[in-house]
């Protein structure tokens, strides 16, 4: 197989470049765009003044490391296995546990989609606790720990901005349960990210195919694209044709960490009737997951029976298809939702391969109408519950929230979730702030993503020009990307991360300085920026045709500025 329909090389005057670690032998890597000296004429004289490269957070992988040949037949690298090598909390197994995976693997019908390049998954030994919030609890600080704090930091210190962001501050996050790093030891493909409300606002990117479309190649494609693009996980919500082997195809090609709905595979096989779903099918498949290396289940285990009825007030019933399968279960069988009665079982799988939690908001509000009501805050109190359940396990949580959102309304939704979560990071579907632009709704949806994460959401999920509509393409997942790194760097400036502000400073000297080549390279989409600039130049730098050369409002002022130079 081959990913040969997406362009890698899209980011000129940057080069990635690693930061060694302190504590542990890990490199952290960055990406360094290298920018232009600002040159100025006054009185005659030629001044020129180098201006300092700005270090990007990066989460392209490999890819765009020019010293490493990836070939998505073979995999990433596997650079964390060596992290964990010395550890003996874990183990080999001999081969996979789960009797789907087996099954699969002796299917010989499979070979020609099958990713060849197999390891034998590993797993936590018997009693042992191993999560990043168990070591986090007994007081040590894992490689992973020390990698996200070096990350957050993007190498700010050189420039002389403080940071109170430390390994020591990541492992008290990670044991309060105010962060997540997902990082299942079976993914050691993934460098590791932290989502919590004190770090770099974080996006997901969703993916996957559907019934009615999209080969392997094509979600590889998307997966490494949303990475290149700067996705900082990645759920795959596979529900097509074969969801287990297009996952492997993902997770071993993925330098972030994967999530997926696993209830969406138990449907698939009972061929999609909700009534034939067992608390075994779903066991067996979470094994199955958390052996190829999922880094974060979304578990809707909030949805209760007795909250079924609700739904009848609401003009969009409900519109995540997890919360609609389990309701659905539920009502069929008239008992309680098999993931709230087996949640401490599920737990203890997860806590064997540090698989995290993402408690799924089936009850989420899917129009303006249905936002805040009764139904989605009080599945917002059982996730409460269940996260205390998770933490006595050692299992990292997330808490997944709305959805279709008002702004006026979306303060509550951020309160309510700390006063009933114990400040678990927050995970939210944008919120879309209107229900009337489809086409748009990357916009729609930003615009609530960028306030709610301003407000304490750790992670925003974004949302693509296809929602409501279609399953979305290469360009929908670049456009969504691109939407909602905005959202998240916006929130980032307002809550005051250390060092946000640096890209931004220096995209705008590079402006004032008619430095355009740095100002395309500084941008989110440099191809796009340069794109517009260069179809329209009329071949004097100094201005561009927004306002033409008499009109140049920088040009005029900085004439004005150099000539008050003494
Ligand atoms: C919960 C959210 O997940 C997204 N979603 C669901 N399935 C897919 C898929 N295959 N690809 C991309 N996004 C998807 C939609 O945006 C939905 O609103
Ligand atoms: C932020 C977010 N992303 C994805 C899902 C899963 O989808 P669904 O609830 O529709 O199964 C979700 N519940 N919340
Ligand atoms: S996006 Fe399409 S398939 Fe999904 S719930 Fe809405 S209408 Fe149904
Ligand atoms: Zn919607």
């Given amino acids: 197989m081959e990913i040969n329909d997406i362009d890698l090389q899209s980011y000129p005057g940057s080069e990635k470049v690693y930061v060694d670690g302190k504590i542990h032998n890990i490199k952290v890597a960055m990406r ?3 920018l232009t000296p600002t040159v100025k004429i006054i009185n005659g004289e030629r001044l020129v003044y180098e201006n300092a490269p700005v270090y990007i957070y990066d989460t392209s992988g490999p890819y765009t490391d020019s010293s490493i040949n990836t070939d998505i037949n073979k995999g990433l690298p596997r650079t964390r296995e060596s992290w964990t090598a010395e550890r003996d909390d874990l183990e080999q197994l001999d081969g996979i546990t789960s009797d789907y995976g087996r099954r699969r693997e002796a299917d010989t019908s499979l070979d020609s989609i099958r990713f ?3 390891h034998a998954p590993r797993k936590a030994r018997k009693g042992a606790a191993i999560t990043q919030m168990a ?23 050189m420039l002389g901005i403080k940071s109170h962001i430390t390994p020591e501050l990541v492992r008290e996050e990670i044991a309060a349960g105010r962060a997540v790093i997902p990082a299942n030891i079976n993914h050691p493909e993934s460098e590791p990210m932290i989502i919590g409300s004190k770090f770099l606002v974080k996006l997901n990117t969703n993916i996957g195919n559907s019934a009615l479309s999209s080969g392997i190649e094509e979600e590889v494609s998307k997966a490494v694209w949303s990475c290149y693009w700067g996705g900082d996980t990645l759920m795959d919500l596979s529900t097509g044709e074969n969801i287990h082997e297009t996952r492997e195809w993902i ?8 999530g997926t709905v696993p209830v969406y595979q138990a449907l698939e096989k009972v061929n999609g009737d909700v009534n034939a779903l067992t608390w075994e099918i779903y066991r067996d498949t979470l094994i199955e997951q958390a052996e190829q290396g999922v880094d974060y289940f979304t578990i809707h285990a909030g ?3 007795a909250h079924a009825d609700l ?10 298809r997890g919360g609609s399968i389990m309701t659905q279960w539920t009502v069929l069988h008239n008992e309680e939702n098999f993931l709230y009665t087996h949640f401490e079982d599920i737990c203890e799988i997860l806590a064997s391969y540090d698989v995290a939690v993402s408690l799924g908001d089936g009850m989420r509000p899917g129009c303006i109408h249905d936002a805040n009501d009764k139904s989605q805050f009080l599945e917002l109190d059982v996730l409460g519950e269940l996260t205390e359940i998770a933490w006595r396990h050692n299992v990292q949580v997330l808490i997944e929230g709305p959805g279709h959102v008002p702004m006026h309304k979306i303060r509550e939704n951020m309160d309510r979730q700390l006063s009933s979560c114990h400040e678990a990071p927050f995970y939210t579907l944008g919120p879309l702030t209107t229900d009337i632009a489809p086409g748009y709704d990357h916009i729609t949806s930003a615009i609530g993503a960028a306030q709610i994460a301003w407000m304490g959401t750790a992670m925003i999920c974004y949302v693509t020009p296809k929602e409501h509509l279609a399953l979305p393409d290469l360009e929908d997942v670049r456009n969504g990307v691109i939407t909602y790194k905005i959202a998240a760097h916006a929130a980032d400036l307002a809550k005051g991360h250390p060092g946000a502000q640096v890209r931004d400073d220096a995209m705008s000297k590079a402006r004032y300085d008619f430095r355009w080549k740095d ?4 941008s989110l989409d440099p191809a796009r920026s340069r794109q517009y600039y260069v179809e329209s130049h009329k071949g004097d730098d100094r ?5 033409g050369p008499n009109f140049c409002a920088m040009r005029i002022s900085q004439s004005v500025a150099d000539n008050c130079v003494k």
């Fill in 116 to 118: 060849t390049h197999r």
């Fill in 303 to 305: 949805v209760l029976r």
């Fill in 311 to 320: 739904i009848q007030e609401r003009l969009t019933g409900i519109v995540s």
């Fill in 32 to 34: 360094k765009v290298s």
């Fill in 519 to 522: 100002q395309f390279n500084l």
């Fill in 543 to 547: 201005f561009c045709t927004m306002c």
């Fill in 251 to 258: 997770i071993r090609n993925c330098p972030v960490p994967v």
């Fill in 135 to 157: 070591l986090a609890r007994k007081g040590i600080i894992t490689p992973e720990m020390e990698y996200v704090a070096i990350r957050e930091n993007m190498n700010n210190d």
